[in-house]
């Protein structure tokens, strides 16, 4: 995808921590986060980031958030449901990890986290240069132009934000 096919947002309200400056001054990427899931939107997002990671040798963390939604069961079956959640997590990021072509010499880190996809993400830009995420998601309103985690990246995240609409 080139810059025309994706959205940027720069209305992150702090700068960036490890920004590094490329020839000609402009800021690039040393640290990309990426938000995944099992969505056709997440595996755009993915491709994009590792081609942006690949262009400046920049590292690269595959962030899976999930929400446990669960009501009226007791705490051991809350955490089965919690430890089946993240086995499962787990298991579709290595499989997109091994399905993806990750450019040679890049740092690619994965990482399962329990909670609001949006806030996970919007807490993990604080330590990132550049935010990537798909435009929809898993969501069940579609037709929207973007999805309510990306959005919320959108205005909440503290670096840029990256939303890689879905492929046509």
Same mark, same amino acid.
């Given at each position: $995808?080139?810059?025309?096919?994706?959205?940027?947002?720069? +209305?992150?309200?702090?700068?960036?921590?490890?920004?590094?400056?490329?020839?000609?001054? !402009?800021?690039? =990427?040393?640290? #990309?986060?990426?938000?995944?899931?099992?969505?056709?939107? =997440?595996?755009?997002?993915? &491709?994009? %980031? @590792?081609?942006? %990671?690949?262009?400046?040798?920049?590292?690269?963390?595959?962030?899976?958030?999930?929400?446990?939604?669960?009501?009226?069961?007791?705490?051991?079956?809350?955490?089965?449901?919690?430890? !089946?959640?993240?086995?499962?997590? &787990?298991?579709?990021?290595?499989? $997109?990890?091994?399905?993806?072509? %990750?450019? %040679?010499?890049? &740092? @690619?880190?994965?990482?399962?986290?329990?909670?609001?996809?949006?806030?996970? @993400? #919007?807490?993990?830009?604080?330590?990132?240069? @550049?935010?990537?995420?798909?435009?929809?998601?898993?969501?069940?309103?579609?037709?929207?132009?973007?999805?309510?985690? +990306?959005?919320?990246?959108? &205005?909440?995240?503290?670096?840029?934000?990256?939303?890689?609409?879905? !492929?046509?």
């Amino acid at each position: $995808m080139t810059l025309p096919d994706i959205a940027l947002a720069t +209305s992150a309200t702090k700068p960036s921590p490890s920004r590094a400056k490329e020839r000609g001054g !402009a800021d690039i =990427a040393t640290h #990309i986060v990426v938000g995944v899931d099992d969505s056709d939107g =997440a595996q755009g997002a993915l &491709e994009w %980031a @590792l081609d942006e %990671a690949r262009r400046h040798n920049a590292r690269v963390t595959l962030l899976h958030a999930y929400l446990l939604e669960v009501a009226w069961i007791d705490r051991a079956d809350i955490d089965r449901w919690s430890d !089946a959640e993240r086995r499962a997590a &787990e298991n579709a990021l290595a499989q $997109m990890v091994h399905e993806v072509q %990750a450019p %040679a010499g890049i &740092e @690619l880190e994965t990482r399962v986290v329990e909670g609001n996809p949006a806030n996970v @993400l #919007i807490e993990a830009s604080q330590d990132a240069d @550049l935010l990537v995420v798909g435009s929809r998601g898993r969501g069940g309103l579609t037709g929207l132009l973007l999805g309510s985690v +990306s959005q919320r990246c959108v &205005e909440r995240a503290q670096c840029p934000v990256v939303v890689v609409p879905r !492929a046509s």
